[in-house]
């Protein structure tokens, strides 16, 4: 059975995409630490991290320096952090999202009721971010 970040890839569910590309998909969290907490999830359906073949690898981090640098900009925290857990669904995700102090990486601070217009304003600010960065890979929606 496809994971759930497979059917959203798919189109079968909805999602805030922010990049595209061949290998990976990018797009904002429903239930967001920090405004922009943003998924880098790669299109291949891989449960564990540490099962990534290298060049994939490379690739996703690539691509989490990239997202990271836009959300660096488009919110100025003090750093941007990166996590892969992988409990929640069996299907590699990195996770990325502005952080000003250690706990903004704590999962049980995550906004479970966030609106639909706040998902919406951080998509496009994270969108604007990149296409001001140049970036062909910026996802519509």
Not at 66 to 80: C, D, F, G, R
Not at 87 to 113: C, K, Q, T
């Amino acid at each position: 059975m496809a994971s759930l970040f497979t059917r959203i890839i798919d189109g079968q569910l909805p999602a805030r995409f922010v990049w595209k590309d061949e290998y990976c998909v990018a797009f904002l969290t429903i239930e967001p630490i920090r405004p922009g907490h943003t998924l880098v999830v790669p299109r291949a359906e891989i449960d564990h991290w540490i099962d990534v073949p290298a060049e994939l690898a490379a690739h996703l981090h690539e691509v989490s320096r990239t997202l990271s640098t836009a959300i660096h900009q488009a919110w100025n925290p003090p750093k941007v952090g990166l996590m892969v857990a992988g409990l929640e669904v069996p299907h590699v995700h990195y996770h990325l999202l502005p952080i000003w102090e250690l706990g903004d990486m704590n999962f049980s601070r995550a906004d479970r009721d966030a609106s639909a217009e706040d998902l919406d304003q951080a998509a496009e600010r994270l969108r604007a971010q990149l296409r001001e960065m140049g970036r062909a890979e910026v996802a519509d929606s």
